[in-house]
C-alpha cells in the first residue's frame, strides 16, 4: 500500500480484520494524483469535495469513499475522494467516474482520527507480508485500497465510522 505519510510513526497495532465479498460499485467524484511530497494535500481535496456530498445526482446513500491506485508510471498514487452513484448523468463536468468491480476483500477498522490513516495502511502493508494473503488490486480496473466513510464519521470531529478495504486473490 502506497498511501502513507512522509514521517515515520510508531507501529501501530491493527483490529482484527474481517473479509467482505464486495459487491460492483460505481463512484464518481474528484481524482488527483499525488507523490509523496504532496500527499499532505489529500485533505484539501476532500475539502473541495464536501460540499458535494448529499447534492450529486444519483448520488447512493451517504457513504463517502477515499480510492487509491497507483501511480501508471510507478512515482505516486492516484486518489479519488468520492461518493456511490446509480449513473453518469447530471454529474459536475470536474468528476471522474469509475467503476469497481466485484471483489474479495479484507476490511480493517481505523479507529484513530482521520489524519491518521496513514498509520493504519502502514500497518496493513506490514499485516500483508506476514499473513499469506495477496493483494488483488491496483490495475486500471481494481484499486490498491479504498478508504470507506460510513454515515458514522464525522467530518467536524475527523473520527468514527471509517475502515481500509484491500481486494486480496481468493
Not at 505516486?76 to 468528476?95: K, N, R, T
Not at 484513530?112 to 496493513?124: K, N, P
Amino acid at each position: 500500500m502506497s498511501h502513507a505519510a512522509t514521517t515515520p510513526s510508531p507501529a501501530l497495532q491493527l483490529e482484527p480484520p474481517r473479509f467482505e465479498n464486495g459487491q460492483p460499485l460505481l463512484v464518481s467524484g474528484l481524482r488527483s494524483r499525488y507523490t509523496t511530497e504532496t500527499m499532505n494535500n489529500i485533505p484539501a481535496q476532500w475539502q473541495r469535495f464536501a460540499p458535494y456530498i448529499g447534492k450529486i445526482a444519483g448520488q447512493v446513500g451517504r457513504t463517502a469513499y477515499g480510492i487509491c491506485w497507483q501511480a501508471r508510471d510507478g512515482a505516486g498514487i492516484e486518489y479519488l475522494s468520492g461518493v456511490e452513484v446509480s449513473g453518469f448523468a447530471g454529474l459536475p463536468g470536474e468528476f471522474t467516474v469509475v467503476s469497481v468491480p466485484a471483489q474479495r476483500y479484507v476490511v480493517f477498522p481505523h479507529s484513530r482520527h482521520v489524519s491518521r490513516m496513514y498509520e493504519t495502511c502502514d500497518a496493513i502493508s506490514k499485516w500483508f507480508s506476514a499473513s499469506g494473503y495477496q493483494y488483488a488490486g491496483d490495475d486500471d480496473e481494481t484499486p490498491a485500497f479504498f478508504e470507506r466513510y460510513s454515515e458514522e464519521f464525522d467530518p467536524c470531529t475527523g473520527m468514527g465510522g471509517m475502515e481500509v478495504w484491500v481486494p486480496i486473490k481468493s
